[in-house]
């Protein structure tokens, strides 16, 4: 399969502010996805679509764990101010986001229950402190039936702003 970065979108979220990090707070200028798709654009050259919502998260960790786990319990789908106009000319879209309280924000879902993905191909990549990709996976291909869904990738947030190496491996193993 050859790669095309026509047909590839990159999507991501990420929240700048205080972040959790090695058991502490630590105040970022971007957010650890954000510093994962600027990687991810330099070693593809796919365009890329920061997702933010029209009310933004607090910068304190504390107060925006809250309203994201009260967000997970009801079923939020926090509004977006931007989308892409379209997918249809995509074949493929790397979706990136945190791990919040073991899963995809919900503002992502609210991203992902927009757009018809069938016969599309995801590439999960998220940053985390711990979890991994928690239950996200599931979670898109909950949303998304009919889309092909590649092994995801997940990037300690800690180390996201050097883990090149870890997207450069993954890209090799997903775009094969």
Partial sequence: MSFN???NLIVYFSRAGE??????TVELAIGNTQLAAEILVQQTGCEAVKLETVNPYPDSYQEM???AQKEQRNGSRPRLAVYPP?????????????IWWGTLPMA???FLEKFDFHNKTIYPFCTHEGSGLGRSMKDIALVCPGAEL???LAVRGSDA?????????????VLR
Avoid: C, H, M
């Fill in 5 to 7: 970065k026509e047909k």
């Fill in 150 to 152: 590649k092994e995801g």
């Fill in 65 to 67: 764990s809250a309203i």
């Fill in 161 to 173: 702003a050097s883990g090149q190496t870890a997207i450069v491996n993954w890209l090799d193993k």
């Fill in 108 to 110: 992502v879902l609210t």
């Fill in 86 to 98: 379209s997918l249809a000319e995509y074949e493929g879209i790397f979706l990136g986001y945190p």
């Fill in 19 to 24: 972040n959790y990090s090695g058991g502490k």
